[in-house]
């Protein structure tokens, strides 16, 4: 048992991470602090209707922004602010940040 728990702790000395950077990456957009920015924000990124509603005779669509295309200044600006109308405050780490960046500048998702 000992010679277990010691060979199980030098492994973790030298192993590679469990996840690549990408599937990390992808994790963080899906599940950042429990609500996913795929879900306003659509699994690419773009933007997507949250709802529409009628007053009067207009109807209000409420839509969240294409982040996408957000220079990474801007983007992290965002992520920051404490005020928005819809979007909660995740109060992510700089790590986190550059990581979710990554994802949405990433040729893998269209």
């Known amino acids: 048992m000992k010679f277990t728990i010691f060979t199980f702790f030098v492994l973790q ?20 602090r429990g609500v996913g920015c795929h879900k306003c924000h659509g699994e690419n ?3 997507m209707e949250l709802g529409r509603y009628k007053e009067g005779n207009k109807t209000i669509i409420i839509k969240a ?10 983007f992290k600006d965002a992520l920051n602010a404490s005020r ?27």
Do not use: C, V, W
């Not at 928005?84 to 893998?108: S, V």
């Open 45 to 47: 990124g773009k933007g």
């Open 13 to 32: 000395l030298f192993a590679d991470d469990f996840i690549t950077k990408d599937e990390y990456a992808k994790m963080l957009y899906h599940n950042p």
């Open 65 to 74: 922004p294409n982040i996408k295309e957000l220079s990474y200044r801007r």
């Open 84 to 110: 928005h109308r819809l979007m909660p405050q995740y109060f992510l780490t700089n790590k986190e940040i550059k990581t979710l960046y990554y994802y949405l500048k990433n040729e893998n998702i269209k």
